[in-house]
């Protein structure tokens, strides 16, 4: 079973930096797709970014894109997502998940629900 956690949350001040790391571990296939996800206080869960296993694809939410950076390390099965310049906005609990299989994160935002697999989250506090 296809098992992954996040983890690198904490308090930041606005502006700052903040990485996250992603575990995963369990695929069935070669190939995967891994998405992070936010659901802000009283917000639904939102999809953020994805990267493929081969890390060719990748995908950035407006709201994120040109401040976050996402990466692999599929050696070590790990994918990272670097928060820079981050605001008040970005305040949430952050969770990652997998689409075993998937090769390519074009589609992300519209399929982004169908990933699974969902870790315990980690909160990330950014404070102005």
């Known amino acids: 079973d296809v098992q992954l956690q996040a983890s690198g949350g904490g308090l930041v001040q606005a502006g700052g930096s903040l990485r996250l790391s992603c575990a995963a571990s369990?695929?069935?296939?070669?190939?995967?797709?891994i998405g992070w996800f936010r659901q802000a206080p009283g917000k639904e869960r939102e999809p953020i970014s994805c990267?493929?296993?081969?890390?060719?694809?990748?995908y950035y939410e407006p709201s994120v894109k040109g401040r976050f950076t996402i990466s692999n390390d599929k050696a070590k099965n790990m994918v990272y997502l670097q928060m820079n310049s981050v605001q008040a906005e970005d305040t949430g609990v952050y969770y990652c998940?997998?689409?075993?299989?998937?090769?390519?994160?074009?589609?992300?935002?519209?399929?982004?629900?169908?990933?699974?697999?969902w870790g315990q989250g980690t909160l990330v506090t950014v404070s102005s």
């Open positions: 998940a997998a689409d075993d299989g998937g090769i390519s994160c074009h589609d992300f935002h519209h399929v982004w629900f169908t990933y699974g697999n």
């Open positions: 369990g695929f069935t296939f070669v190939d995967y797709a």
């Open positions: 990267i493929t296993s081969s890390g060719g694809s990748t």
